[in-house]
Nanobody, 118 residues
Framework: QVQLVESGGGLVQAGGSLRLSCVAVGSRFSINSMGWYRQVPGKQRELVATIARAGSTNYADSVKGRFTISRDNAKNTVFLQMNSLKPEDTAVYYC????????????WGQGTQVTVSS
């Protein structure tokens, strides 16, 4: 019943910045945790960052110090501020969310492409 819609992807030069946004729509119940994952062709999807409803965060080691995840609970929106981008950050970025009323089930967005040129 929840649809996640990402935006903000694009093409940037190495060292540049992008901010991704994801809004959860159609949610009858509150969103619990939210996060961002990324995937490149031929590789498995990997965790980038997560944020709990109360604000605690978790980051992949590869993005610590460069990426910042945040959320606006009132708007059911999660953001990913990406600074000092590297070519290896190139991937399709997917928004993720879950709800306490549906334990174990993860909602996924359609993905937004981030390309970092060297």
């Amino acid at each position: 019943q929840v649809q996640l819609v990402e935006s903000g992807g694009g093409l940037v030069q190495a060292g540049g910045s992008l901010r991704l946004s994801c809004v959860a729509v159609g949610s009858r119940f509150s969103i619990n945790s939210m996060g961002w994952y990324r995937q490149v062709p031929g590789k498995q999807r990997e965790l980038v960052a997560t944020i709990a409803r109360a604000g605690s965060t978790n980051y992949a080691d590869s993005v610590k110090g460069r990426f910042t995840i945040s959320r606006d609970n009132a708007k059911n929106t999660v953001f990913l501020q990406m600074n000092s981008l590297k070519p290896e950050d190139t991937a399709v970025y997917y928004c993720n969310a879950d709800q306490l009323v549906r334990p174990g089930y993860n909602y996924w967005g359609q993905g937004t492409q981030v390309t970092v040129s060297s």
